[in-house]
C-alpha cells in the first residue's frame, strides 16, 4: 500500500508543484531578507543621527566646546602682590614684605628618585632618605614640598640642577626686621595675608594691595608649556605707612621696662611715651613682648596692645586731674593749709588712710606726699558734678580717636550712678577705669599748657610709589581742658615738687628738672567683688624737661602690674625708676640741651 501511494504521488505533476509552492512562501524563506533589510534600515539610521551630531557639534556646540577646551588646556595662577612696609618716623623698616621660594617636586615626572635625592640633598640639607620618603609617599601627587622660605642661595643651587621634576614656587612673607621690638604696635600678618590686629589691621586695605593674575596653557599632564596669549593683569602692591613712633625711644622704653619688670618679678609692664607738644606717639611698649612672626605660638593675652585695650582703676596717678579741677573751681587756694590727721581719717563711716603720715599740709605737699586724706576733703569740696565734670573735660570715659583696632573707653559712670563713696573714690583714682594712652594723653595737657591734643600714632599713610596720599603729621587740638595758668603751676611748681621732695625721687634727673606723679592702686578679683589680698599696680606719670617757656619734649607713663610686693609695689619704688631712665636716655639721644641752671648747680657742688 504504500509503494502504491508513493508512486501515485510522484506520478502526480500538480501535487509537486503544489509542494514547490508551499516550500517557496514559508516564513523560513522570507527570514534572511528581512534581517537584512533591517540592519540595513538601522545602519542608515545611526549614520544619519553620527550625521546629525556631528552637524550639532559643528555648528551650535562648536564655540562652548572649543571654549571648554581652552579652559581645560589653560589654568591662572594668581600672582600675589607685596604687602608694603610700615616704617617708623624716619623710615626705619620695622614690617616688609619679601619673596622666599618653596621647594617642590613632581613624582610623576620623577625617572629617577635615587639620583634625584642625591642631587637634592645638599643644597637643601636634607638626606637623601629623607627627600625620597617624602617623594614614595604621594606618587600619585604632582607637588610635593620638600623646603620652605628658601635663601637666594639654596634657590639659585636648586635652579642650577635644572631637573624637569623639582620646581621654585615664590611666596610672599612677611618680615619684621626689628624682631619683638614694636611688636604690639604692629600687629602681625595671619596665613592668608591679611592683618591680625594693630597697625597691621587698622591698615590692612591699604598695606595689602590687589593681586593679579598669569593664564598658562597646559598638557594633558598639566604640565605648564607656555604662557597663555591673553596678557598677564599684573599686581598692584600694598600702599605704605609711616608711624609717629622712634625706633630708637621704642627700643630704650622696652628695654627699661623689661629691667624694672624683672627687677620686682612683676606679672607685665606697659609703658606710654608722648611728645606732649604735638600729641605724636613715640613710643608704646607692653613687656612681656612677642615674635610677630611667630605670633600664633603666643598666647592671646600676651598678644594684646594693653597699653590701648586694657583699662585699670589709675590710683593716685589721677590726683593731679582732681587738683586741677579744684585750682579752676576756687575750691582750694595755694596757701591754705588742710588737716591730713596724721594719715588716719573717718569719712563718714568709710576710713582713710595715707601711707606717709602727716599733719597740715597745702596743695603742694598733698601731690607732694600723695595724700589721699588731703585729696579727698578737698574733693568733698567740689561735690559730685565738678568732679564728673573735671574727669570727663579730660577725655576720661570715651576713646581718643587713636588710629588704632580694640581702644577701650574706660569707664566713668553717669552723675545719677555717683554717690558720697565716688566722691571719694575718685579722689583717690578708684571707681574709674583709664588706658595707660588716655592717661598719657591727659597728662601730656596738663604739662602742655592745658591744650588736650589727639594722640597720633600714625604721620603718613604712602602710596606704593611712596607719594603721600594722607598726611597726619600736624596736632589735632581736641580743646583746652585747663587755663595756661593753672598748666603752667601743676607743671613748674606742684608737679616738679612730687619728683625733687616726694615720692617721684626716683624719676630726677641730673641735668633736666623732672615733673611727675605716682600711683599705687590695689588690683580687683576677676570674677567677683573686691580687692585681691598683695595685688597691686605701681604707675608713675613723668615729663621733662621742665622748662621756662614751651612744653616739655618728653611725657612718660609707665604701669607696672602684680610685682612680688615682698620687693616692692609702690608706683615711686617700681616705676618712677622706669620713667626716669626712660627720660634720661632718650633726652641723650634727641640732644636735648642740659638745663642750665642744674648745670650751674652741679658745678657749685662740685
Known amino acids: 500500500m504504500s509503494s502504491d501511494f508513493t508512486h501515485q504521488s510522484s506520478d502526480n505533476p500538480a501535487s509537486c508543484e503544489s509542494a514547490r509552492t508551499a516550500i517557496r512562501g514559508s516564513p523560513r524563506s522570507n527570514f534572511r531578507p528581512r534581517i537584512a533589510a533591517f540592519f540595513l534600515i538601522c545602519l542608515i ?318 596743695l603742694r605737699g598733698i601731690l607732694t606726699y600723695s595724700s589721699n586724706i588731703g585729696m579727698v576733703t578737698i574733693a568733698e569740696r567740689m561735690g559730685n558734678p565738678a568732679l564728673h565734670n573735671t574727669v570727663r573735660r579730660f577725655g576720661f570715659g570715651e576713646p581718643t580717636g587713636i588710629e588704632y583696632p580694640g581702644e577701650a573707653e574706660g569707664l566713668v559712670r553717669p552723675l545719677k550712678k555717683w554717690g558720697r563713696l565716688s566722691t571719694q573714690s575718685v579722689a583717690m583714682g578708684y571707681e574709674i577705669s583709664t588706658t595707660p594712652l588716655q592717661l598719657a594723653a591727659a597728662f601730656s595737657a596738663i604739662v602742655n599748657d592745658g591744650m588736650l591734643l589727639k594722640p597720633r600714632l600714625v604721620s603718613q599713610v604712602l602710596s606704593a610709589e611712596g607719594d603721600v596720599i594722607r598726611d597726619n603729621s600736624q596736632p589735632v587740638v581736641v580743646n583746652r581742658v585747663i587755663a595756661s595758668q593753672t598748666a603752667q603751676l601743676l607743671t613748674k611748681d606742684l608737679l616738679a615738687s612730687v619728683v625733687e621732695e616726694g615720692s617721684g625721687k626716683h624719676a630726677k634727673l641730673d641735668h633736666y628738672r623732672v615733673c611727675g606723679k605716682s600711683g599705687t592702686a590695689k588690683l580687683p578679683f576677676a570674677n567677683r567683688k573686691g580687692y585681691e589680698p598683695g595685688a597691686y599696680m605701681g604707675a608713675f606719670l613723668g615729663a621733662a624737661p621742665v622748662r621756662p617757656d614751651g612744653p616739655p619734649d618728653l611725657s612718660v607713663v609707665v604701669m607696672i602690674r602684680r610685682p612680688d610686693a615682698a620687693k616692692a609695689y609702690y608706683g615711686g619704688a617700681i616705676s618712677a625708676p622706669v620713667v626716669g631712665e626712660i627720660l634720661r636716655r632718650s633726652l641723650a639721644y634727641l640732644q636735648v640741651p642740659a638745663d642750665e641752671s642744674m648745670l650751674a648747680q652741679a658745678g657749685a657742688a662740685d
Open 45 to 362: 539610521a545611526l549614520l544619519l543621527g553620527l550625521g546629525g551630531r556631528l552637524w550639532q557639534i559643528n555648528t551650535s556646540m562648536r564655540e562652548p566646546l572649543i571654549a571648554r577646551a581652552q579652559q581645560q588646556r589653560r589654568s591662572t595662577t594668581v600672582v600675589p602682590a607685596r604687602r608694603g612696609m610700615i616704617m617708623d618716623r624716619k623710615g626705619r623698616v620695622a614690617a616688609a614684605t619679601e619673596f622666599l621660594s618653596d621647594v617642590f617636586v613632581d613624582p610623576s615626572r620623577v625617572t629617577d628618585v635615587d639620583a634625584l635625592a642625591g642631587k637634592l640633598a645638599p643644597p637643601l640639607n636634607l638626606s637623601p632618605e629623607r627627600i625620597k620618603g617624602k617623594i614614595k609617599e604621594r606618587p600619585e601627587s604632582h607637588y610635593v614640598v620638600l623646603a620652605t622660605r628658601v635663601d637666594e642661595i639654596t634657590e639659585e643651587a636648586v635652579r642650577a640642577l635644572n631637573e624637569p621634576a623639582v620646581g621654585l614656587d615664590s611666596k610672599p612673607v612677611r618680615t619684621y626686621p626689628l624682631a619683638d621690638s614694636m611688636a604690639h604696635v604692629l600687629g602681625w600678618v595671619g596665613k592668608d595675608g591679611g592683618g591680625m590686629e594693630g597697625v597691621e589691621l587698622q591698615f590692612d586695605a591699604h598695606l595689602r594691595g590687589t593681586p593679579g593674575r598669569r593664564a598658562t596653557l597646559r598638557d594633558v599632564r598639566r604640565r605648564g608649556i607656555m604662557p597663555a596669549e591673553e596678557e598677564a593683569l599684573p599686581p598692584a602692591d600694598g600702599g605704605h605707612v609711616l608711624l609717629t613712633i622712634d625706633a630708637e625711644i621704642q627700643r630704650i622704653t622696652e628695654t627699661a621696662l623689661r629691667s624694672g619688670v624683672e627687677t620686682v618679678e612683676a606679672q607685665s609692664g606697659v609703658a606710654v611715651v608722648m611728645a606732649p607738644g604735638t600729641g605724636e606717639v613715640l613710643a608704646m611698649a607692653c613687656y612681656p613682648a612677642f615674635d610677630p612672626s611667630a605670633a600664633n605660638d603666643t598666647p592671646a593675652k600676651l598678644r594684646r596692645n594693653q597699653a590701648v585695650t586694657d583699662p585699670t582703676e589709675p590710683g593716685s596717678t589721677f590726683k593731679p586731674f582732681i587738683a586741677s579741677g579744684a585750682i579752676e573751681g576756687s575750691y582750694v587756694s595755694l596757701t591754705e593749709q588742710i588737716d591730713c590727721h596724721m594719715g588716719h581719717k573717718f569719712f563718714g563711716g568709710r576710713e582713710i588712710k595715707d601711707v606717709k603720715k602727716c599733719g597740715m599740709l597745702d
